[in-house]
């Protein structure tokens, strides 16, 4: 009988709860690429902290990386900055150089 017990059930977000794992995904910072058509890549950031004014990162981004972007506001994940192209690591070292967000604290997604 108690090799029948791995049969149960079990989730593995029980603990967390469901305003835990939105306050989990909140301390990160999501750099994702999202595929549009043909060989064009989009790459969008979110869950950026409330004390960085997104519109002037924006501004940054698109002088440094010379490619253009947006801002896009969604209900459930706030603003989200849009930029062309497969920028991920450029976001990821303009962030951490400039000493404002450790590295830990990013999270790059995509293939």
């Not at 501004?59 to 896009?72: E, W």
């Amino acid at each position: 009988m108690a090799d029948i017990q791995n049969l149960q059930a079990y989730d593995p977000f029980a603990d967390l709860g469901d305003s835990g794992n939105t306050a989990a995904q909140q301390e990160y910072i999501h750099i994702r690429i999202q595929q549009r058509n043909g060989r064009k890549t989009l790459t969008t950031i979110q869950g950026l902290p409330s004390h960085l004014d997104k519109k002037r990162l924006l501004k940054i981004f698109k002088k440094d990386f010379a490619c253009n972007g947006t801002l896009v506001e969604d209900e459930e994940l706030g603003t989200v900055i849009q930029l062309q192209g497969d920028q991920r690591n450029n976001v990821l070292t303009l962030l951490t150089t400039e000493g404002a967000i450790d590295k830990k604290q990013i999270k790059i997604h995509g293939f």
